[in-house]
Every structure is written in C-alpha cells, then in structure tokens.
C-alpha cells in the first residue's frame, strides 16, 4: 500500500498561522501535524509516499526532505509556475487534479492507495480500514466518522445505503436538512483505475467532482464508518482546542515533549526561570532558550515556545505562544494563540500587535528598549495590563 498526503492548500481559514507557515507545517506539540501523519503511516508499513506541494512548498520540503529519518520515502509534486521575473507562483490543481500530475508524470499509483489531508491529527486503524475496502470489492473507499446533529453544519456529509454503498454528498447542511450524520474525513482509499476518470490538465476536486462522478458511474463506491481519533483543525479556533486537548493528554499517543522538571511543568534545553513570587500551574511547556521572570504567573494547559520570553509581573493562561515571543512586564494573555505579530482569540478574533496597548508582546529577539526588571519589581499589587483591554 502507498500513500498521498494533500498539502498543496493555502490554509486561509487558519490565518495568521499560515502566513508564514504552510498548513501542514503548523506545530502540535513543537512538531508539524504532518509529521504526526508520516509517523502513523510508517507504523502500519506504509513507507512510499507521495505528497503534492504548493503555498511555501519549500518548508514542507526542507523539514522532510526524501523522508529517511522517518523510516519512509517521500516525494513532492509541485503545483504552480515560475514567471519570467523567475518568481515562484503557487496554483494548485484540484487534490484530484494532483493525484493525476502525479501518474501521468510516473505512475507512482500502482497498488491501492490511501490519500489523506495534511491537517489532521488521527490514529485510524489503517489495517482494519483496508480490510473492509477490500471485502467489499471497493474502487474508492471514504473514511466517515459519526458527528452529532448540530455539527453537520461543520462537515461535508455523506449519504449511503444500509451495505454503506454511496449514494450522495451534502455540504454543510443544516441539522434538519442532514439525511445522514456521517461526516467525510477527507481520508479516503483509492484503486489505481480510479484515476482514469480524472480528467487531464484541469482543476478537479475530489470531494466535489470526482466524488459525485464515482456515483454517476455507478463505480463500487464505499462509506465506512469508523471509530477513530480525527482533529481537523480547519480554523485558528480548531488550533486552540486540539492544543489544549493535547497538552491535556487527551490523544494517547501524543506526549509533551522535553523533561519534567516539576508536576505538570515541562522544560526544553537551557531555560531560565527565576521562581522568586512566581506561579505555574500545568500542563505548561516552556521551550528551549526561553526566560520566565520573577514574579510571572502561567496557567495551564499553556504551550510556550522556544526562546521566549515572559516577563516579571505578566500572566500567561490557557495559551499558545509561538517561538520568540516576549510578554511584556505586568500585561495578561488568556486563552489567546500569539504567533510573531498578530493573536487570535479563542474564538477567532484576530488582532495585530499595533492595535494592542504597546508593547503588550514582541518579538523577544528585539532588544531595543528593554531591561531586565529586578526580581522584586513585581508585587502582588501590582496592577495587570490585560490584552483584552486592547483598543
């Protein structure tokens, strides 16, 4: 069996992390979500993999590279163009529109196949899940999951008969209108003949036009229903939640990374903190490099990444700081994402640093201006500056 990992996608809707990241690239627990995924397929022997590359194609690339400190093989098919400037455009083709660039190019699609978004956390039964494709004589076989009523409107839905053979899609429908509570999980096992119906050089989506082709052919075109661990994040608010659930154990397979030091307090090399009136309360990460100050409160489940800096007075809670962030003395962040110059609230609102009270946080790699506060300048009356107070 081989593998397909989609990751050609811009990931607007989790803006600002993918402005300088791609989706796949986004960090759970310090390591990229796909790196989560190249694991999980190496475990079940799945070691050729294919993945098709757009938006900042080149981190995907750089971070994986031909795959062999994964156990696997990995290669990249881009999507885009160069101009005559000799810049690099990204155009993605449709994630069928890929899988065809791919075989046409080679033929890597030789053997049953399992194609899989590159921005999700699951731990699927992938044996079990080939298992059944196959019994049923399956061309095409989507993986579902069972959702509540309300949440139909968050997925694309998928319709079948009592054998799970497909019978219609709904994207998004309201609860009353839903005829199934099976959501797509966009993993999905394809046969290699599948990928003649692809048309050649056009955008073409799998979900929304091969999908209800499969089903116009009357192609063997299979639903299962699983029982898995499945974490979309599809929005800077998914983000927040997944963080949260996993620094709070909640995926058995995921674990904080670097050394326990305290109860619920987890350190990377070389950090500093000066405990003198200050509070932790886990589960906190504290990267590599990173400085805690006297007098600093942080609540957990809070993940703060590598050479940040939290400074004497400030209060960190229920957050996610990205790399070299510096929470400014006496200020407060709850429940916020803070990635380089913008936040994101946890539900959604985004914020840049200049519409904040000044110097709320930094870049922790900026010095200009700061000194480091004596270890008794904060006391316990000391007044809070809360970010939410932000004009």
Same mark, same amino acid.
């Given at each position: 069996?081989?593998?397909?990992?989609?990751?050609?996608?811009?990931?607007?809707?989790?803006?600002?992390?993918?402005?300088?990241?791609?989706?796949?690239?986004?960090?759970?627990?310090?390591?990229?979500?796909?790196?989560?995924?190249?694991?999980?397929?190496?475990?079940?022997?799945?070691?050729?993999?294919?993945?098709?590359?757009?938006?900042?194609?080149? =981190?995907?690339?750089?971070?994986?590279?031909?795959?062999?400190?994964?156990?696997?093989?990995?290669?990249?098919?881009?999507?885009?163009?160069?101009?005559?400037?000799?810049?690099?455009?990204?155009?993605?083709?449709?994630?069928?529109?890929?899988?065809?660039?791919?075989?046409?190019?080679?033929?890597?699609?030789?053997?049953?196949?399992?194609?899989?978004?590159?921005?999700?956390?699951?731990?699927?039964?992938?044996?079990?899940?080939?298992?059944?494709?196959?019994?049923?004589?399956?061309?095409?076989?989507?993986?579902?999951?069972?959702?509540?009523?309300?949440?139909?409107?968050?997925?694309?839905?998928?319709?079948?008969?009592?054998?799970?053979?497909?019978?219609?899609?709904?994207?998004?429908?309201?609860?009353?209108?839903?005829?199934?509570?099976?959501?797509?999980?966009?993993?999905?096992?394809?046969?290699?003949?599948?990928?003649?119906?692809?048309?050649?050089?056009?955008?073409?989506?799998?979900?929304?036009?091969?999908?209800?082709?499969?089903?116009?052919?009357?192609?063997?075109?299979?639903?299962? =229903?699983?029982?898995?661990?499945?974490?979309?994040?599809?929005?800077?608010?998914?983000?927040?939640?997944?963080?949260?659930?996993?620094?709070?154990?909640?995926?058995?397979?995921?674990?904080?990374?670097?050394?326990?030091?305290?109860?619920?307090?987890?350190?990377?090399?070389?950090?500093?903190?000066?405990?003198?009136?200050?509070?932790?309360?886990?589960?906190?990460?504290?990267?590599?490099?990173?400085?805690?100050?006297?007098?600093?409160?942080?609540?957990?489940?809070?993940?703060?990444?590598?050479?940040?800096?939290?400074?004497?007075?400030?209060?960190?809670?229920?957050?996610?700081?990205?790399?070299?962030?510096?929470?400014?003395?006496?200020?407060?962040?709850?429940?916020?994402?803070?990635?380089?110059?913008?936040?994101?609230?946890?539900?959604?609102?985004?914020?840049?640093?200049?519409?904040?009270?000044?110097?709320?946080?930094?870049?922790?790699?900026?010095?200009?201006?700061?000194?480091?506060?004596?270890?008794?300048?904060?006391?316990?009356?000391?007044?809070?500056? =809360?970010?939410?107070?932000?004009?």
């Amino acid at each position: 069996m081989k593998a397909m990992i989609l990751a050609a996608g811009k990931g607007t809707r989790v803006q600002p992390l993918t402005y300088e990241l791609p989706k796949p690239m986004i960090p759970i627990l310090g390591k990229p979500v796909m790196e989560y995924l190249v694991e999980h397929l190496v475990k079940y022997g799945i070691t050729e993999i294919m993945v098709n590359v757009s938006y900042l194609h080149q =981190k995907i690339e750089d971070y994986f590279g031909e795959g062999q400190r994964f156990g696997a093989q990995i290669g990249y098919s881009f999507e885009g163009y160069m101009t005559d400037d000799g810049e690099v455009m990204p155009k993605p083709i449709g994630s069928a529109g890929g899988l065809k660039k791919i075989q046409e190019f080679g033929g890597f699609f030789d053997e049953t196949t399992l194609v899989i978004c590159g921005d999700a956390l699951i731990d699927l039964d992938i044996k079990s899940a080939l298992f059944e494709h196959r019994q049923k004589g399956a061309l095409v076989s989507i993986i579902t999951k069972e959702v509540a009523p309300e949440k139909t409107v968050d997925y694309g839905m998928v319709v079948t008969d009592e054998e799970g053979r497909v019978l219609s899609f709904q994207e998004k429908p309201k609860p009353e209108e839903a005829l199934s509570n099976l959501a797509s999980t966009g993993i999905y096992i394809f046969e290699p003949e599948v990928l003649e119906l692809i048309p050649s050089g056009e955008e073409f989506d799998i979900g929304s036009q091969l999908f209800p082709l499969l089903v116009e052919k009357g192609v063997p075109f299979f639903a299962q =229903k699983r029982f898995f661990n499945w974490i979309d994040i599809g929005n800077v608010k998914d983000y927040w939640a997944v963080s949260q659930s996993v620094m709070l154990g909640e995926m058995a397979h995921m674990t904080m990374p670097g050394t326990q030091i305290a109860e619920g307090l987890w350190v990377g090399l070389n950090t500093s903190i000066d405990w003198e009136g200050t509070t932790i309360e886990g589960p906190v990460y504290l990267g590599s490099g990173s400085t805690i100050e006297a007098g600093s409160t942080i609540i957990g489940p809070t993940w703060i990444g590598h050479g940040s800096q939290i400074c004497s007075g400030s209060k960190v809670e229920r957050s996610i700081l990205f790399a070299y962030t510096r929470v400014s003395p006496h200020s407060s962040m709850s429940e916020l994402v803070v990635c380089t110059e913008y936040c994101v609230s946890r539900e959604g609102k985004m914020r840049h640093v200049s519409d904040c009270v000044q110097d709320s946080w930094r870049d922790a790699r900026d010095r200009r201006g700061q000194t480091r506060p004596a270890a008794s300048s904060a006391t316990p009356d000391t007044p809070v500056r =809360k970010l939410e107070d932000a004009a």
